[in-house]
């Protein structure tokens, strides 16, 4: 029996709360929903303000969220289905204008708080919780309604009329009652309206937040093969297919990063001397650049980059027992694309195009490299 008088309470405070969430179908509040499904927030929020001035000041109601972009909010309404228990009203929020979303109205913080589940799930966000309606109404009256005025009658004209020459003596005139005199009665001033709390817009998530990951550094250590347009000129295929690459990046903010790297690429080729006795030339690259990187973080499983290198490219041929050393500054503009294994180790690859410029001529070379990405810390 218990159980059974405790449902029917339950079931009773369920039905008043839903039934107290929704606005009156009359008046001002049918004006503010008929312009908010029009597309006119602005004068659906004056509607608003006008109507709850009357008597529902000491009412409790759900705070949805506050909006500086009408079509933000436009999008939320039409999310709900233009809900009969939402209403908007004007506010300002880090001194720019807005519009602030309320839903439903309560006797009690108490019901609107039990009714913050009704919300739909479009519209749920955290910290919705209740107000009271006299905080959030903007001080001062509504603007006014202008109604078209009829236009002034004409004054008629009266002529004067001329005083019969018979009437000589003049009337005694008669006596004038006086008005009594009525005190004014004393002008109490308005009670201020509440100040209204500005609340200032949600900041925006962090990149953590935001579930994306930003290392403080990232350390790549590959496999690279370099081709060389000199190289195949001078009789091989100007292919080094023995490389390595390491690099260090060190990430200063979400995208933007600075790229230190090293790397060397080796090979040999059988050549003929002047006499056409077979001889061996043992070619080596060694380069040393530097420079930024700009970084896509989207938080997907694929991390894209583009770089822009600048440094120091060393060329060395062993022949005969002779060994010729060549340095030249170089550019190496690149792109490259990590994917994300765990939270610290990644699989990179990535191809770049060299040009140095060498004593006697430039040296066209194009990279390519794959290996294991290590990410230290987090910014």
């Given at each position: 029996?218990?159980?059974?008088?405790?449902?029917?309470?339950?079931?009773?405070?369920?039905?008043?709360?839903?039934?107290?969430?929704?606005?009156?179908?009359?008046?001002?509040?049918?004006?503010?929903?008929?312009?908010?499904?029009?597309?006119?927030?602005?004068?659906?929020?004056?509607?608003?303000?006008?109507?709850?001035?009357?008597?529902?000041?000491?009412?409790?109601?759900?705070?949805?969220?506050?909006?500086?972009?009408?079509?933000?909010?436009?999008?939320?309404?039409?999310?709900?289905?233009?809900?009969?228990?939402?209403?908007?009203?004007?506010?300002?929020?880090?001194?720019?204008?807005?519009?602030?979303?309320?839903?439903?109205?309560?006797?009690?913080?108490?019901?609107?708080?039990?009714?913050?589940?009704?919300?739909?799930?479009?519209?749920?966000?955290?910290?919705?919780?209740?107000?009271?309606?006299?905080?959030?109404?903007?001080?001062?009256?509504?603007?006014?309604?202008?109604?078209?005025?009829?236009?002034?009658?004409?004054?008629?004209?009266?002529?004067?009329?001329?005083?019969?020459?018979?009437?000589?003596?003049?009337?005694?005139?008669?006596?004038?009652?006086?008005?009594?005199?009525?005190?004014?009665?004393?002008?109490?001033?308005?009670?201020?309206?509440?100040?209204?709390?500005?609340?200032?817009?949600?900041?925006?998530?962090?990149?953590?937040?935001?579930?994306?990951?930003?290392?403080?550094?990232?350390?790549?250590?590959?496999?690279?093969?370099?081709?060389?347009?000199?190289?195949?000129?001078?009789?091989?295929?100007?292919?080094?297919?023995?490389?390595?690459?390491?690099?260090?990046?060190?990430?200063?903010t979400q995208s933007i990063g600075v790229v230190g790297e090293v790397s060397g690429h080796?090979?040999?080729?059988?050549?003929?001397?002047?006499?056409?006795?077979?001889?061996?030339?043992?070619?080596?690259?060694?380069?040393?650049?530097?420079?930024?990187?700009?970084?896509?973080?989207?938080?997907?499983?694929?991390?894209?980059?583009?770089?822009?290198?600048?440094?120091?490219?060393?060329?060395?041929?062993?022949?005969?027992?002779?060994?010729?050393?060549?340095?030249?500054?170089?550019?190496?503009?690149?792109?490259?694309?990590?994917?994300?294994?765990?939270?610290?180790?990644?699989?990179?690859?990535?191809?770049?195009?060299?040009?140095?410029?060498?004593?006697?001529?430039?040296?066209?070379?194009?990279?390519?490299?794959?290996?294991?990405?290590?990410?230290?810390?987090?910014?």
């Open positions: 029996m218990r159980r059974h008088v405790a449902a029917g309470v339950l079931a009773m405070m369920a039905a008043v709360c839903v039934e107290a969430q929704t606005l009156p179908s009359s008046g001002a509040f049918a004006r503010g929903r008929e312009l908010m499904a029009s597309g006119d927030p602005l004068g659906a929020a004056d509607a608003f303000h006008e109507a709850l001035r009357g008597g529902d000041a000491g009412r409790h109601t759900l705070r949805v969220g506050v909006y500086c972009d009408v079509a933000n909010l436009e999008r939320q309404v039409r999310a709900s289905g233009n809900a009969p228990e939402l209403f908007v009203l004007r506010r300002s929020a880090g001194g720019r204008p807005c519009l602030a979303l309320y839903w439903g109205l309560f006797p009690s913080r108490a019901a609107a708080r039990a009714a913050a589940a009704t919300i739909p799930v479009p519209l749920r966000a955290a910290g919705q919780s209740p107000v009271l309606v006299s905080q959030v109404l903007p001080p001062g009256a509504p603007p006014p309604v202008v109604a078209a005025s009829a236009p002034p009658r004409p004054v008629p004209q009266v002529e004067p009329v001329a005083p019969s020459p018979a009437a000589t003596v003049p009337a005694r005139p008669e006596p004038v009652a006086e008005a009594p005199v009525v005190e004014a009665a004393p002008v109490v001033p308005a009670a201020p309206s509440p100040a209204v709390r500005e609340e200032p817009l949600p900041p925006m998530p962090t990149p953590a937040q935001a579930g994306v990951r930003v290392p403080a550094m990232e350390i790549t250590g590959a496999y690279s093969a370099l081709w060389d347009d000199v190289l195949s000129e001078d009789g091989g295929d100007g292919f080094l297919e023995a490389g390595w690459m390491l690099s260090l990046c060190g990430n200063l080796y090979t040999s080729d059988d050549t003929l001397d002047a006499s056409g006795a077979p001889l061996a030339a043992d070619w080596d690259l060694l380069g040393v650049h530097a420079g930024p990187r700009y970084t896509h973080r989207g938080g997907g499983f694929a991390v894209p980059y583009v770089q822009a290198l600048a440094g120091w490219t060393r060329t060395g041929v062993e022949l005969a027992g002779v060994r010729r050393v060549e340095d030249a500054f170089s550019i190496q503009p690149g792109v490259g694309l990590n994917l994300r294994l765990s939270r610290s180790v990644g699989l990179g690859f990535g191809a770049d195009y060299r040009l140095a410029f060498g004593e006697y001529e430039n040296r066209n070379e194009l990279r390519l490299h794959a290996g294991l990405v290590l990410a230290i810390g987090d910014r």
